[in-house]
């Protein structure tokens, strides 16, 4: 079945701090990659996405690769800001052999940006 | 535009109650997926809905849990004889059906099992 694994957080950086959130992912198909975040007290919104091979996602500043030849699609952001803190989920989204483009999701991480 | 649209925003409940949780998709969205969202085991799929198909409902956790989605629009999930591990956040989600369209999410329904 497909799997999702992302670095365990929780994660504290000072403001203008360099952000990397691996993940890496397991998949029977051809997925589509995902970011979501989810702010304090708020649902989850899209951040970015790839689908297919060396695809960049990109939005706000944050970038993430497809890279099949790892299975891995890390989160980057240059410079982080205090409105950065939540939670950010990476996801894939494959058919793995039935007919439901479920999202499969890792278990988040928990970003706090420290002015 | 509208988003996904789902009450109630929280519910505070007896154990061994029904509950009944909505969700309205984006028009146009032919694909409604239901997640819940716990501490315990994150993210995990419910149901799946896609135009006139059978839902696939591999993911609901017990018969105690079911769902519909009439007209292809509003979904109903619906939870009998609540336990207290039902405790979690419900969100519904909905696209166009297919892998490389992202699913929007609603803010979902905070369940609370007394």
């Known amino acids: 079945g497909n799997s999702v694994t992302q670095m365990e957080g929780p994660v504290t950086l000072s403001e203008e701090a360099f952000l990397t959130i691996n993940c890496t992912y397991t998949?029977?198909?051809?997925?589509?990659l995902f970011w979501y975040v989810q702010y304090p007290g708020e649902g989850l919104q899209l951040l970015l996405k790839?689908?297919?091979?060396?695809d960049k996602g990109s939005n706000k500043g944050f970038e993430a690769t497809y890279r099949k030849e790892t299975t891995s699609f890390h989160l980057e952001k240059g410079s982080v800001q205090v409105s950065d803190s939540a939670v950010y989920f990476c996801a894939l989204s494959d058919l793995g052999g039935g007919s439901n483009y479920k999202l499969t999701f890792g278990k988040g991480t928990l970003l706090t940006v420290n002015p | 535009g509208a988003g996904v649209s789902q009450s109630p925003s929280n519910k505070v409940t007896e154990k061994g109650k029904d509950v009944e949780l909505r969700c309205d998709p984006i028009s146009g969205h032919t694909a409604l997926y239901w997640y819940r969202q716990s501490l315990g085991q994150g993210l995990e799929f419910l149901i799946y809905f896609q135009g006139n198909s059978a839902p696939d409902k591999s993911g609901l956790p017990s018969d105690r849990f079911s769902a519909e989605r009439t007209g292809g629009s509003v979904s109903t999930l619906t939870i009998q004889r609540t336990q207290q591990e039902d405790s979690a956040v419900y969100l519904c989600?909905?696209?166009?059906?297919?892998?490389?369209?992202?699913?929007?999410f609603g803010d979902g329904t905070r369940l609370s099992i007394l």
């Open positions: 790839a689908t297919k091979a060396d």
């Open positions: 989600a909905s696209n166009q059906g297919s892998s490389n369209q992202p699913q929007h």
């Open positions: 998949a029977t198909g051809y997925p589509s």
